[in-house]
């Protein structure tokens, strides 16, 4: 089966610019998660959707970062104005299970690098 | 609260040695634990996971790990490491409690020496 998808792969920008990544899950995977990694840190939870709907935002810094999953497909993830602390790896998941019971496994996509200067 | 911690922020073995990575975790009910390995410039792979079966969890690639609840441990280790093993590893623990969400630890990098 494809894996998740993701682009760009890298992104170098300036801060207070904005940037906007893209994930397309596995296809028939109901859950959606986007995960920031710091460099020498593990992966944090910003945001996670079932469907087309959200089940936790509770880490997502919403003054700034927005996620949207309108079809319950593909989704993308926008930083405007994106600040010094963004540079990270940003991470999408998948997985077929549903709701917050859902402990079925999370397929990662490769990630985004995004630079902030 | 759930969380992880991994004791160790580097390993280096020696290739055809055994591994070892140390993992404790604190849970307020009964967790589900997780290893992933991330290969550079690579997603996160699943290597193996605990849901209260056995205690000993066989995965991929040769690895196991053994959960502990007396030690709140869950150690992965190898027999013999490959060169192919060179990674970064991560612990993570999630709870019904906590809907599920997975906690990472800091994660473990490891280098094998020929």
């Known amino acids: 089966e494809a894996g998740v998808a993701q682009s760009p792969r890298y992104k170098i920008i300036e801060k207070r610019q904005s940037v906007a990544f893209w994930c397309n899950p596995i296809?028939?995977?109901?859950?959606l998660y986007w995960y920031q990694q710091i460099l020498g840190q593990g992966p944090k939870l910003l945001i996670q959707f079932q469907n087309n709907g959200v089940v936790d935002d509770s880490q997502l810094p919403k003054d700034r970062f927005s996620a949207e999953r309108l079809k319950g497909v593909d989704s993308t993830l926008k930083i405007q104005p994106a600040k010094l602390e963004d540079s990270a790896v940003y991470l999408c998941a998948s997985s077929e299970g549903r709701g917050r019971d859902n402990n079925s496994p999370l397929h990662f996509g490769n990630g985004t690098r995004l630079t902030v200067t | 609260a759930q969380s992880v911690t991994q004791l160790d922020s580097h390993v280096s073995v020696s290739e055809g040695t055994p591994v070892l990575l140390r993992c404790n975790y604190s849970s307020s009910y009964s967790p589900s634990l997780f290893w992933y390995v991330q290969h550079p410039n690579k997603g996160l792979q699943l290597l193996l996971k605990y849901t209260s079966a056995a205690t000993l969890v066989k995965g991929i690639n040769g690895f196991e790990a053994e959960f502990k609840k007396s030690e709140t441990s869950f150690h992965l280790t190898k027999p013999s490491a490959h060169m192919s093993d060179a990674a970064e590893y991560f612990c993570?623990?999630?709870?019904?409690?906590?809907?599920?969400?997975?906690?990472f630890g800091g994660g473990t990098r490891v280098l094998v020496k020929p």
């Open positions: 993570v623990v999630s709870e019904a409690a906590a809907g599920n969400k997975l906690t």
């Open positions: 296809s028939g995977h109901a859950t």
